[in-house]
């Protein structure tokens, strides 16, 4: 196949590692794969790299200088399936891995972290929503989740049978159990980790979506026992969290070895409060870890089993989610680990590739 896909950047957070990734794979399996990006600031072996001209002037501007160049520029040529990655008003397949954006601003609003007066940039990231999830802005939807599925139906009000639900799959040997003995002890000592403490990890940018300043409140209010809370991410508000930051907590900032990371962890926490998907919760089952994560991230929906015990319904619940982290920590943590470790064997990357490629075929056949 020929395919285009859209997307104004390439690094970033999950949707721009997912991007990355699948695009070299689609290209290492034969097809001819271009990215139409503003900013290429990533190499993709056999892909395609085309600028899209952007004008250089603040955020709201960049991205609706994007939305509206980068279909005209792939509307000149002829694809088999087109795909935008983004917020884009006109595409083949829109690929939803963050929730819609509509969501996202009530579920902050509700929780009062944002007012419900809208300004200039989220009016147009809404306007945007509706023109690509409109009968003119796709022929299908690729959604990460069943939530992000019901999410778009809600909201949009697309028919569900336009929705193909594909969860994100899991690089199995870069995140493994074996990584604890080889990597975890280092990592601990350059966390400043003492000795005998066990680790909370949460990864991720953007801490009030992801639910970090509900952990960072647990661990000034009523902390686990001898557990360090290890945040790891970019936000905008870094520097004052740091400041009012207690002695067991350590924020990294953004970093990239995150095998080592979680390999230097005992239980890895995402309480988000809006998650489409959440690619750490898998990474960290595949590391052997148990996950307490909440019901609003769309990989709680893989956690069945014993590991639905750590499963939180509302992130705001501090009592709940301090409940599931000392059962994750206590006598079962172990077992909890290797059942997590056998539910991301089941979601091998190669596997997503297989689905995603199947369902970006059939598009391409009904063209």
Known sequence: MRIAIMHRRLRGGGTETDLRQLATSLAGRGHEVHVFCARSDARLPGVQLRHVPVLAAGRLVRVLSFALAAPRMVGRERWDVVIGFG??????????????????????????????????????????????????????????????????????????????????????????????????????????????????????????????????????????????????????????????????VVLTGARDDVESLLAAADVACVPSRQEAFGNVVLEACAAGLPVVTSRLAGAAELLDGALAALVVDDPEDLDALAAALTHALGPEGAELGRAARLRAESLPWATHVDRVEAFLGEVARAS
């Open 87 to 248: 917020r884009t008003p006109r595409q083949d397949v829109v690929r939803c891995g963050g929730g819609t954006h509509r969501t996202y601003l009530r579920r902050m609003e509700a929780a009062g972290l944002r007012r419900a007066a809208r300004g200039p940039y989220h009016r147009a990231i809404l306007w945007l929503e509706r023109r690509q999830y409109g009968p003119a802005g796709h022929r299908r939807v690729l959604a990460v989740s069943r939530r992000v599925r019901d999410e778009i139906v809600a909201d949009y009000g697309v028919a569900p049978e336009r929705i193909a639900v594909v969860y994100n799959g899991v690089d199995t040997e870069r995140f493994h159990p074996a990584n604890r003995a080889r990597l975890g002890a280092a990592t601990r000592r350059t966390l400043g980790v003492p000795d005998g403490a066990r680790v909370c990890i949460a990864i991720g940018s953007g801490f009030r979506r992801k639910g970090f300043d509900l952990l960072l409140r647990l661990w000034r209010e009523a902390p686990p026992r001898d557990t360090v809370l290890v945040v790891v991410g970019d936000d905008e508000r870094l520097g004052a969290y740091r400041r009012t930051a207690g002695t067991s």
